[in-house]
Nanobody, 128 residues
């Protein structure tokens, strides 16, 4: 069982930056996927970015490419998401997830059965 805890959310103006953190309760296995997802009330949860810990490959949804990155300085217990050039449409609750990759791999899409462990989420609000 892996427990995940997000932090780093907050309120920023459009164009600003935030860095989210996801602390895992134990060392995540190198063969795990870890990812970031977000959800707006009344809408489906969507994938944002993810990484396969086995080789460091990262994946990003089109709407965040060039603005969000999973930096290479992730520790064994913590995953980060650096968010730059934030837009009001990035406003959402951001969730961290982890799990062993299945047939769908580590891509940040939802639902993806590779992700079996979820955090409680952290709110990100971007004002115009």
């Amino acid at each position: 069982q892996v427990q995940l805890q997000e932090s780093g959310g907050g309120s920023v103006q459009s164009g600003g930056s935030l860095k989210l953190s996801c602390a895992a309760s134990k060392h995540t296995i190198r063969s795990y996927c870890m990812g970031w997802f977000r959800q707006v009330p009344g809408k489906e949860r969507e994938g944002v970015a993810s990484i396969f810990l086995g080789n460091g490959n990262t994946y990003y949804t089109d709407s965040v490419k060039g603005r969000f990155t999973i930096p290479p300085d992730n520790t064994k217990n913590t995953l980060y998401l650096q968010m730059n050039s934030l837009k009001p449409e990035d406003t959402a609750v951001y969730y961290c997830a982890a799990g062993r990759p299945g047939p769908t791999g580590c891509t940040p899409r939802h639902p993806n059965p590779s992700y079996t462990y979820w955090g409680q989420g952290t709110q990100v609000t971007v004002s115009s």
